[in-house]
């Protein structure tokens, strides 16, 4: 299985809703992230978790919030959106190797956010 | 800094025609990793190559090859023989030394490969 699904595929939502985004991957990767892309700009990196543990977070406002309950799972819980957080939203993982690199990430097909 | 540079925003061709993107990147570390990705409207990125700093070999693919050139400090990616299936954005992208994870992307190229 060489596949990082996301869901929802497209999802709506108020800005007072709360709501989650979903990736798995089964290629037992240890680093997964989360990236924001807007209209014909190329992504941009919103959190890193290695091993579990939020190992980056680009200054992102605290209306996202991450989670990785396990090694195959990543979600990131919306609360209190703007119209402006609306973006296509992509997951990736990849493998750490036993001298501690990050090798390629694989990326998701995405959830396409609008926040009305 | 880390820079990647995509000079071209976008490239149109006729089927079957050669075409290379260019990718120019910045940094003061001697240990880095290139990448480039595709991304087609469907909105994936799809993985197409990786390449360390110590490895200036040129990569060949089916139609897909990638020069290395670290004098000039450029990971150009050609398509030979185009199709329409390579209309996509074609995204360059660094990953410095730190063992971060993190990517720094190029702006992107948009390629349209008309019939």
């Known amino acids: 299985d060489t596949e990082v699904t996301q869901t929802p595929k497209h999802l709506v939502m108020g800005m007072t809703n709360k709501k989650s985004l979903k990736c798995e991957q089964h290629m037992g990767h240890r680093a997964m992230y989360w990236y924001k892309q807007k209209a014909k700009k190329p992504p941009e990196l919103m959190f890193v978790?290695?091993?579990?543990?939020?190992?980056i977070n680009e200054s992102v406002p605290s209306r996202f919030s991450p989670e990785c309950p396990n090694s195959s799972l990543l979600n990131l819980h919306l609360h209190a959106l703007q119209p402006e957080d609306s973006a296509l939203y992509l997951c990736?993982?990849?493998?750490?190797?036993?001298?501690?690199?990050?090798?390629?990430?694989?990326f998701g097909p995405g959830t396409r956010l609008t926040v009305l | 800094a880390q820079k990647v540079t995509q000079a071209q925003t976008e490239i149109s061709v006729v089927e079957k025609e050669d075409v290379t993107l260019d990718c120019v990147y910045e940094?003061?570390?001697?240990?880095?990793?290139l990448f480039w990705y595709k991304q087609p409207p469907s909105g994936e990125l799809v993985f197409l190559i990786r390449?360390?700093?110590?490895?200036?070999q040129n990569e060949i693919s089916g139609r897909y090859s990638w020069n290395f050139q670290k004098s000039t400090s450029s990971f150009n990616f050609t398509i030979t023989a185009s199709q329409v299936v390579d209309s996509a954005v074609y995204f360059c992208a660094l990953s410095p030394a730190g063992n971060t994870g993190k990517l720094i992307f190029g702006q992107g190229t948009t390629l349209q490969v008309k019939p």
């Open positions: 390449r360390n700093s110590f490895d200036e």
């Open positions: 940094t003061r570390d001697t240990t880095y990793y």
């Open positions: 990736a993982s990849s493998q750490r190797t036993g001298q501690g690199s990050y090798n390629e990430q694989f």
């Open positions: 978790y290695s091993y579990e543990k939020l190992s």
